[in-house]
């Protein structure tokens, strides 16, 4: 028992001196429990609505205050024609509109039915599907309130019908909307780990030293170290782009050239992420750890890959604007579904660059301190 005793003295006093262990120890459950108990929120709420009230009656007012005060739409514009409903769905301004025609409130009043349509984003098939139920029972709510003043009126039907509209996926597959995550998430991963893993390999082996005595710039061996990484995670992300559409019918409805433009500004903030670990971690182990956190935490909860940002706390969201693949998803749907131009998302990109530089200046100013 005292041999016990002592060694488990001395593991506790070795844990205590290796404080990123220690800190990783205690720090992954409580990030953990903090991620998926306020990030990971299947309830939609706020959802950006366009409104088209081609009525302006009193009822009309009553249906739109309907969705309002729901609680579950938030609205954000008025639009008078299609190609301003487009505008504003492709730059991501609102994810539903709600149609009213003309004669809505004469019409529900007597007892004729009118039909409401709803147009939804369905870049998101799973945002979509919730959305449409929600507006389904708005819809259905008001055309019972109006059912019930009728009562001795023979009525044709429902005073009021639905009539959902899903654009760019139709059927809502989840298969469109999860291939640009898995993509944003696959490369991330990959990238981040490869470079991490590659320059801190070095110091393991004892050659950091000779490179460092070699006629070698800090730029060039950098270069060296990182372009067959972005090479294969560029040519890995286009693979699986070409082989979803080849087996899950994934369209590519943009240009090729805006699509090879976001992922490689993707793909140079994630390696120079990974670069930036691997001037901190001393060892492969402590490098992987690190850029798993990093890449695959923020990824999957925080990027709005499964989890719409908008369902999240506003501190949570607010968390998400450091995240690159919040910015990278929402180019790839918006090229590979949507079929946009650069007008409609070149924020996300600007945000991409400027991930980049930053991630870049910082592994370049860590790496120089260590060169010299």
Known sequence: MRAALAIGHKELRQILRDRRTLMILLFVPALFLLLYGYALNFDIRDVRLAVQDRDRSPESRALISSFVNSGYFQLVATFDSDEELAQLVNRNEARAALVIPGGYGRDVTIGRPVTVQVVIDGDNANTAATVSGYAQALVADTSALYEARLTGVAAAGPPVLFEPRVWYNPQLRSTLFLVPGLIAYIAMITAVISTALAIVREKERGTMEQVRMAPVTPLAFVVGKTLPYLAISFVSALLIIVVSMALFDLPMRGSWWLLSLSIGLFLVGAQAQGLLISTVAQTQQVAFQMA?????LPTFILSGFIFPVSSMPAAVQMITHIVPARYFIVALRAVVLKGVGLAAFWQELVALA????????????RLWREWR
């Open 292 to 296: 798993l956190l990093s890449s695959f």
């Open 354 to 365: 400027l991930f980049a530089m930053l991630m870049t200046a910082l592994a370049s100013l």
